[in-house]
């Protein structure tokens, strides 16, 4: 009998530190490249360093070049949040990592495309691992 009761406790412990986090909605529209937002927008420079303060942004360190895949279409009172990735042979770690960042800590740099579509965000454009 106890050991079917660590068993299934041991499941209940393993089903809740598997499942994603789902977290705040930073905004209800973004603007993509493409309706799937796999289409690079634009190559931005890193201005300042950025410490991402949760696991739905990137850190981002002065002068790295980052990838803009989508920009959140801003609220009333919340900030302008962009999303990409970096791209850098000294923090190679972190390629391929796309998360978000606010838009004032970058300045585009080369635009690939002019035709933008604007979509609705989901929670899973919020969620963390």
């Given at each position: ?76 009172g919340a900030g302008v949040f ?48």
């Amino acid at each position: 009998m106890s050991y079917s009761l660590v068993i299934l406790l041991c499941v209940g412990l393993l089903h809740q530190t598997a499942r994603a986090v789902h977290m705040d909605k930073l905004a209800d529209n973004k603007i993509c490249g493409d309706a799937e937002c796999s289409h690079v927008l634009s190559m931005a420079t890193a201005l300042d360093d950025f410490i991402a303060p949760d696991c739905r942004f990137i850190n981002i360190r002065k002068g790295q070049m980052v990838y803009v895949y989508s920009k959140l279409v801003p609220e009333e009172g919340a900030g302008v949040f962009w999303s990409g990735s970096v791209y850098s042979e000294r923090y190679v770690d972190q390629m391929g990592i796309i998360g978000y960042f606010p838009a004032t800590t970058v300045k585009e740099t080369l635009k690939f495309t002019q035709e933008t579509v604007q979509i609705p965000t989901t929670n899973n454009d919020f969620y963390c691992d």
